[in-house]
Every structure is written in structure tokens, then in C-alpha cells.
């Protein structure tokens, strides 16, 4: 089945969102950010290392978008999968999300939507 090429804002904004989410914490957020790890029940030794770690992957996620890569079926289902990991995580864990007024969780099921989507795109096309 032949898809049409999406267009170049939907990679943009897609690369934009891995950005922001990796750099804006680091800059602006870390006590917040390694407070939610506490919560998460992230031991200390290990809170600013696994900062740190999902800052790089969420970087290099929206890096690889604005590359040749992004041609690459494997790279949209990992973010899917990355997405959903991190919703599982934050909804199991911290449940007080799924009714948080601005929707962290839910925003991610029409992003997990857009990622498959890009996915098949690249599996049947490229």
C-alpha cells in the first residue's frame, strides 16, 4: 500500500517535541525533573544518571528526525515505543496524570497515533 509522502512540518514538529523534551528540562527543570524520578521511586544513585540518559535519547531521537534517517521505518516505531514506555511508566506509577487538567498522558496517545503512522509509512514506501 502506497502512502503519500507526509509533509515536512509533521517531521518538524514531531523533531521539535524530542528537542524540547531533552533540552528544556536539563536547562530550566532538573529539580522538578529528578523530583518526578523520586516519585517514580528512582533510587538517588541512579536519579541524575537516568536524567541525564533520557535527556541524550530524547535529543538524539529528535536529531536523527532531521536527518536521512528519518527515512527509517525502525526510527518511528522506536519513538512509538519510547513514547509508550514513558506513559506506562508515569501511568502506573504516578495514576494522578491521566486526570491531570493539562493532559500529559493523553496528549501521547495522538502522538503514538502520528509516530505509527509515520511508521507505516516508511515500512511500505522506503
Do not use: C
Amino acid at each position: 500500500m502506497l502512502l503519500p509522502k507526509p509533509p515536512n512540518y509533521l517531521y518538524l514538529s514531531v523533531a521539535t517535541l524530542w528537542l524540547y523534551s531533552g533540552i528544556v528540562p536539563v536547562l530550566f527543570a532538573p529539580v522538578p525533573s529528578l523530583e518526578m524520578l523520586m516519585r517514580l521511586g528512582v533510587a538517588t544513585p541512579y536519579r541524575v544518571p537516568l536524567f541525564i540518559v533520557a535527556a541524550i535519547l530524547d535529543v538524539t531521537l529528535g536529531l536523527l528526525i532531521l536527518t536521512r534517517k528519518s527515512n527509517r521505518a525502525w526510527l518511528w516505531l522506536l519513538q512509538f515505543f519510547v513514547v509508550a514506555g514513558y506513559s506506562i511508566i508515569v501511568g502506573v506509577a504516578l495514576p494522578e496524570n491521566w486526570i491531570h487538567p493539562f493532559a500529559p498522558l493523553i496528549k501521547n496517545i495522538p502522538i503514538m497515533a502520528l509516530l505509527f503512522y509515520l511508521y507505516q509509512v516508511h515500512l511500505f514506501n522506503y
